[in-house]
């Protein structure tokens, strides 16, 4: 009985000190990724998060919540924009009523305690019992993707402003221009030109063709400033 006793206990502290290593090793490879952890109980709505999570939007831990406890609501929901926590919520909803299967991925936008807006990558798994049905408990990691978004919307812009130059280019110029070329032509053509119309009228396609120009040049301008280093 009593080696019984010892085998049990040297079995528990090795699967302890096992569990143990593997809790560290977690540990690190969170804070060593910046990477925000949390784990979601669904039947007592509770959800833990690891430092990284609440660093990453510039809290200590122990400014939310209550006692150290913490609902879904006081650290995901109340953090959500406006326009994205509907469908924020209705995702993360709809992947725990189906059945857990798969991954739950989702987008959307968090408030920095500075009250700046973060996009957020957040992505989760639920794990599963004995038997192979769904636990109460999803496991997850938030990854901040501000920079990425931001240089998206750096993108974007600087492609509206390649196609306005474009249509400038191609279209806004040509009209002044073919304007000029057939004014010249009719000037060949005809002895007896009213040379003050003619010339007013070559002055007022120049002006246009300058002003066009001059709206290229600020474009360019715009995209050059802007350029995303």
Not at 8 to 17: A, H, Q, V
Not at 205 to 219: C, G, N, P, V
């Amino acid at each position: 009985m009593a080696l019984v006793v010892v085998r049990i206990k040297k079995e528990r502290d090795l699967t302890e000190k096992v569990l143990l290593e593997n809790q560290e090793r977690y540990r690190s490879i969170i804070a060593a990724s910046n990477t925000g952890a949390w784990e979601y109980h669904a039947d007592t709505n509770y959800q833990w998060c690891s430092p990284e999570y609440f660093e990453m939007l510039g809290y200590e831990p122990a400014s939310i919540g209550k006692d150290g406890i913490w609902d879904i609501q006081q650290i995901w929901i109340n953090l959500l924009h406006p326009d994205d926590k509907q469908e924020a919520i209705e995702k993360f909803n709809n992947y725990l009523k189906s059945g857990s299967t798969g991954l739950y991925e989702g987008h959307f936008r968090m408030k920095h305690k500075n009250g700046e807006w973060l996009w957020i990558l957040s992505r989760g798994q639920t794990l599963r019992n004995a038997d192979g049905s769904a636990s109460h408990i999803t496991l997850g990691t938030h990854i901040n993707l501000t920079e990425k978004k931001q240089l998206e919307i750096e993108l974007l812009l600087h492609n509206q402003k390649l196609l306005k130059y474009a249509f400038l280019t191609a279209h806004e110029v040509r009209g002044p221009l073919a304007r000029l070329l057939g004014l010249i032509e009719v000037s060949k053509l005809d002895a007896h030109v009213d040379y003050p119309w003619f010339f007013e009228k070559i002055k007022h396609e120049a002006q246009s063709m300058d002003e066009i120009l001059h709206t290229i040049t600020r474009e360019l301008n715009d995209i050059k400033d802007r350029k995303p280093e």
